[in-house]
């Protein structure tokens, strides 16, 4: 569960902006920017409604240990541009990559790279998830179908399914050390 709420946390934190609209330009990272995600406890923490105007509290959250800092960097710097063709941003952790193209209308996710435990997995999308579809404003959803190759450890498979996201909520995000008023949470 603890795993869960970090997941959680770690999405409102990177994908929340002040703005009621989201754009190309006031959303997506850029190449050069970073930011970190730590793990923080689930108990008694509440997920809150969704809708206009609403009110997520987490000012009491309490915050762990495990931080993880990230890099927005271009693909050619990963070292495996090439199985990435259609991105033009990456995001590093040191240890793994994750391959994002930055289109006029669209933001969309190819694939990458992770370690879990010993286990190396590695994505590679023929057909990306589109994560958001500029303009992005409450209500929004935007919805597609994926596929592509998967690697576990040196054994390789297809998958295939379906991705949404939905703008389902804007008002203000209180936490520990900030509060983001006039958010939109995905």
């Known amino acids: 569960m603890k795993k869960l709420y970090f997941t959680i946390l770690s999405a409102m934190l990177g994908l929340s902006v002040n703005a009621q609209t989201l754009t190309a330009t006031n959303h997506p990272p850029i190449i050069g920017e970073s930011y970190r995600t730590t793990d923080a406890s689930s108990v008694a923490i509440n997920a809150g409604t969704s809708g206009a105007g609403s009110n997520w509290d987490f000012s009491t959250?309490?915050?762990g240990s495990n931080t993880l800092n990230y890099s927005i960097v271009t693909p050619a710097s990963?070292?495996?541009a090439s199985a990435y063709s259609s991105a033009n941003l990456a995001v590093n952790?040191?240890?793994s990559n994750s391959f994002y193209a930055l289109m006029t209308n669209n933001y969309n996710y190819y694939g990458g790279n992770l370690q879990v435990g010993?286990?190396?997995v590695t994505f590679t999308y023929t057909s990306p998830a589109i994560l958001y579809q500029y303009p992005m404003m409450l209500n929004t959803t935007v919805s597609n179908?994926?596929?592509?190759?998967?690697?576990?450890s040196g054994n390789g498979g297809t998958f295939n399914g379906n991705n949404m996201t939905i703008a389902d909520g804007t008002g203000t995000l209180s936490l520990p050390s900030r509060t983001f008023t006039s958010a939109i949470v995905l």
């Open 61 to 63: 959250l309490s915050i």
């Open 78 to 80: 990963t070292g495996s």
């Open 118 to 120: 010993a286990v190396a």
């Open 93 to 95: 952790t040191g240890t």
């Open 145 to 152: 179908t994926v596929a592509g190759n998967i690697n576990l």
